[in-house]
């Protein structure tokens, strides 16, 4: 638990006032407008993304979305560090859970895996110069 509060402690010195409004326009659909203009600083929004199941010490791939649209790819590299060093879940385990936790996503899991030998297609040499 010490980690993860480091985690988000972490997030919090390097959100800036500015990056909290992006982050919470990012996210606009799972906070309500009213909620919303309560959230203050980057750790009131951890707290609301807790408090409603959306962030939790071994869920992060909510935080890592959002962080991911909103171009923030520091904030990112420091969470996808903690879910591979402290919950020691890689980027293929991660890929299965967000496809079974996101059951629309379930569709697209034969397109995010590689293709095996027999699905590549073989390209013929080109041909020789006379």
Do not use: G
Not at 2 to 19: C, F, G, Q, V
Not at 63 to 81: N, Q
Not at 101 to 110: F, T, V
């Amino acid at each position: 638990m010490a980690e993860y509060s480091s985690l988000l402690s972490d997030l919090s010195e390097n959100i800036t006032n500015e990056d909290l409004e992006q982050l919470k326009s990012a996210c606009k659909e799972d906070i309500p407008e009213d909620q919303s203009n309560n959230i203050t600083s980057s750790k009131q929004w951890f707290s609301y993304l807790e408090k409603n199941d959306k962030l939790a010490q071994d869920n992060l791939s909510y935080i890592e979305h959002i962080f991911e649209i909103s171009r923030r790819p520091d904030l990112l590299t420091r969470v996808i560090e903690y879910r591979t060093t402290v919950l020691k879940i890689s980027e293929d385990d991660e890929i299965d859970t967000k496809l079974t936790r996101i059951p629309s996503a379930k569709k697209y899991k034969d397109i995010i895996r590689q293709p095996s030998e027999d699905e590549i297609i073989k390209l013929a040499p080109p041909p020789k110069k006379a």
